[in-house]
């Protein structure tokens, strides 16, 4: 396996936290367009595995080129068999060695869920099955008095923690490089109003 090349998971996960600090403060500016060397491989130095959301492009979100990022996007940012496969390829392929499952504020998977939760099951089958992945690690919240919108805000935080956790517990491959200190998984929410990611690590 590739290691040798990859930056460590404190390196990587450093290079996202300034990546967000341009990027909140206006400074981004890494190349987003072709350049020569792209056809000769990839390194990336982090994986995230986001939400499908337009607004919230982990590209653009750490500031980072073509290349750096090994980006795996679905609504919810849930955790599914070819998503975790897609994770172990990047893992075991190009050897990298941070893994970010970032959820955002606002989120519509979440809202989905909450719909369902209070309403019952939602037509399409396929939007069920996300919202399915997603109930239990919220459900809890969403029982007895309290705020709405803070319940939902927590419930963005509690389902990227769950998710890290239930990808960590969702692979041999993956458990063995964590337990051996070769993957770093972390959560993350990244927050529509302020541009800022805030890690869980």
């Known amino acids: 396996?590739?290691?040798?090349?990859?930056?460590?998971?404190?390196?990587?996960?450093?290079?996202?936290?300034?990546?967000?600090?341009?990027?909140?403060?206006?400074?981004?500016?890494?190349?987003?367009?072709?350049h020569p060397g792209l056809v000769e491989g990839q390194w990336p130095f982090a994986v995230v595995l986001g939400c499908s959301d337009s607004r919230a492009p982990a590209e653009y979100v750490f500031d980072q080129g073509l290349g750096d990022l090994f980006v795996i996007r679905v609504a919810g940012n849930i955790i599914a068999p070819s998503l975790v496969g897609s994770v172990e390829f990047a893992a075991e392929r190009f050897g990298t060695r941070l893994v970010v499952v970032m959820g955002h504020t606002q989120c519509g998977a979440i809202g989905a869920t909450v719909q369902a939760l209070e309403g019952g099951a939602h037509e399409s089958r396929n939007l069920q099955a996300i919202v399915d992945l997603i109930t239990p690690h919220v459900a809890h919240l969403f029982h007895g008095p309290g705020d709405h919108e803070t319940r939902l805000a927590e419930a963005v935080r509690i389902n990227a923690i769950a998710s890290a956790h239930e990808l960590r517990g969702s692979s041999p491959l993956l458990r063995d490089l964590v337990e051996r200190g070769r993957v770093v998984i972390v959560a993350a929410v990244y927050d529509l109003a302020t541009g800022v990611v805030t890690f869980f690590e």
């Not at 930056?7 to 990027?23: C, I, Q, T, W, Y």
Request: no cysteine; net charge positive.
């Open 1 to 34: 396996m590739p290691y040798r090349k990859a930056l460590s998971p404190e390196a990587a996960l450093a290079r996202l936290r300034e990546g967000n600090r341009r990027f909140v403060a206006g400074e981004g500016g890494m190349p987003r367009s072709w």
